[in-house]
């Protein structure tokens, strides 16, 4: 059995208890690469009364197991106080700055340029539930839920992710996409993106005015019939693999589209967090 310590304050005082490690925690390699990557936390108001690493280890739970906040088991912190700050995170972009810092390590580590000089984008269908929110009917895959489309580096590592109703066209929601890809992310060398035959047309010249970019359709083979992977194009594929893992992706269970962008941003950061410090493979 493996036993984990966690540290609780209890009227100014601090006490330490132990609880059996689940699958998900964070290894202490791990914790390494991510803690000063985090937030300090405010000197004003109340102490917080749960180290931030047991907060992080409920937030990971919360995305692998795919259950609902108020199910989070009793042994980690309150499901309250971990939902206010995966919320806080998330209104402040601290997901996004931290899929950016760790995309640039991994890159680094990988000997390439912090920036990437190219990209892949594609988009992803999932359903939704009964949850109330924004969704439509994608005819194309036959999903009624919301679509995420998705701009990754060479290496499958997400740059941009924007979820709409799935009823948006692919087109539509890549301009969305690159918009905030040039707005928000800084990719001075990036030249080219690759895409496949469903973003074709008008929005090729449309990449190429307004952001000075090529965008580059990667075609099919017509001489071959059936599956066949498409340069380039599987990178992304990969990367929706990847946010497979994570049961809390299987389909989309939020409200709000920002707050589903928040949890593929928080997923990448634990799967860069994994790769930097060379956890290969997910424990069961």
């Keep these: 059995m493996i036993i ?15 609880r059996q490690s689940y699958p998900t925690d964070l290894t202490e390699q791990e914790w390494k690469i991510l803690e000063p990557l985090l937030p300090l936390a405010s000197t004003r ?18 995305l692998r197991a795919g259950c609902a906040w108020r199910m989070l088991p009793h042994d980690l912190p309150p499901w309250q106080t971990v939902y206010y700050h995966f919320r806080k995170w998330q209104k402040d972009e601290t997901w996004e700055k931290l899929n950016t810092t760790l995309r640039e ?5 990988e000997e390439r340029e912090p920036t990437p000089s190219a990209a892949i984008i594609d988009s992803q269908s999932a ?25 990754v580096d060479t290496l499958g590592l997400m740059l941009i ?11 539509d929601g890549a301009k969305l996409a690159l918009q905030r890809l040039k707005e928000k992310v800084p990719l001075a060398r990036l030249q080219l993106v690759w895409a496949d035959g469903g973003y074709r ?13 090529v965008l580059e359709i990667v075609k099919r083979n017509d001489d071959v019939s059936g599956f066949h992977i498409l340069p380039r194009r599987w ?19 939020e409200e709000l589209p920002e707050t589903s962008e928040a949890i593929i941003y928080a997923a990448m950061v634990h799967i860069m967090v994994r790769r930097l410090a060379g956890t290969q493979t997910f424990r069961r």
């Design 161 to 171: 992710v924007i979820v709409t109703a799935a009823s948006v066209q692919d087109r």
């Design 201 to 213: 047309g008008k929005l090729v010249d449309w990449v190429k005015e307004n952001l000075s970019w």
């Design 127 to 151: 359903k939704t539930t009964s949850v109330k929110g924004e969704r439509g009917f994608d005819a194309g895959k036959k999903i009624n839920g919301r679509k995420r489309h998705a701009i």
């Design 4 to 18: 984990s310590a966690i540290w609780i304050q209890i009227t100014g005082m601090i006490i330490q208890i132990t």
């Design 45 to 62: 108001g109340r102490p917080m009364e749960y180290p931030m690493r047991e907060i992080i280890n409920a937030i990971i739970y919360f």
């Design 105 to 109: 390590q991994v890159r680094q580590k």
């Design 235 to 253: 990178v992304v594929e990969r990367t929706f693999g990847w946010l497979n893992n994570y049961r809390r992706l299987s389909k989309d269970y």
